[in-house]
């Protein structure tokens, strides 16, 4: 099971530190990756962590303002977004990869496990 949170309403260049606490099976185990959809629009990946912290891997819009970690002591995977942008709106969906010591990798249909979402609002 995860759980995200920390999503909130936040005027551009301004910053939000989402958290995704999972609970169920050997967390460090997993790669975990975060993903967003905006309305209207499909879902789309964002960045991953491997169970290890030693792959990370982000979509273009989001690299050098988005940073993805993960501190497997409290099975809790962040994600920590810095001068943000209304395009950067949406609700955030944590999940899991299917199987341990799986890659990272941004494809949605090889992950599980999905949280419930947090919204992200950013006005201009």
């Known amino acids: 099971q995860l759980v995200e949170s920390g999503g909130g309403l936040v005027q551009a260049g301004g910053s939000l530190r989402l958290s995704c606490a999972a609970s169920g099976r050997t967390f460090s185990n997993y790669a975990m990756g975060w993903f967003r959809q905006a309305p209207g629009k499909e879902r789309e990946f964002v960045t991953a962590i491997s169970g290890n912290s030693g792959s990370l891997y982000y979509v273009d819009s989001v690299k050098g303002r988005f940073t993805i970690s993960r501190d497997n002591a409290k099975n809790t995977v962040y994600l920590q977004m810095n001068s943000l942008k209304p395009a950067d709106t949406a609700v955030y969906y944590c999940?899991?990869?299917?199987?341990?010591?799986?890659?990272?990798?941004?494809?949605?249909?090889?992950?599980?496990?999905w949280g419930q979402g947090t919204q992200v609002t950013v006005s201009p």
């Open positions: 999940a899991s990869r299917k199987g341990p010591g799986l890659a990272t990798t941004g494809v949605p249909t090889e992950y599980e496990n």
